[in-house]
């Protein structure tokens, strides 16, 4: 069994930066595609950013672009998502995610992945 652990989020004042981490347990993140998710106050669940380490591509919400950062550490088995120049409308519960069995119909969308962290709570304050 695959389980996602959160951590990094919390309150930051608009400008300021947050990296967030999601650790990995039952399985290599090598063999993963992952991404990164948020759900904003009474919002859907939305995409933020995504990395086929495949490929090599990385993928970013236009939100988001020019000041997000997803990376790997595989001996870690850890992803992170670097936040830069927050802002109050990145307020949200993010969420890592992994491939797995389910079908790929792409890493923006949240039926792709199979696995679930349960969430970090960000606050940008203005």
């Known amino acids: 069994q695959v389980q996602l652990v959160e951590s990094g989020g919390g309150l930051v004042q608009a400008g300021g930066s947050l990296r967030l981490s999601c650790a990995a347990s039952g399985r290599t993140l090598s063999s993963s595609d992952m991404g990164w998710f948020r759900q904003g106050p009474g919002k859907e669940r939305e995409f933020v950013s995504a990395g086929s380490w495949s490929t090599g591509s990385t993928y970013y919400a236009d939100s988001v672009k020019g000041r997000f950062t997803i990376s790997r550490d595989n001996a870690k088995n850890t992803i992170y998502l670097q936040m830069n120049s927050l802002k109050p409308a990145d307020t949200a519960v993010y969420y890592c995610?992994?491939?797995?069995?389910?079908?790929?119909?792409?890493?923006?969308?949240?039926?792709?992945?199979?696995?679930w962290g349960q969430g970090t709570q960000v606050t940008v304050s203005s």
């Open positions: 995610a992994a491939t797995g069995p389910k079908i790929n119909y792409g890493l923006r969308y949240e039926r792709s992945y199979s696995y």
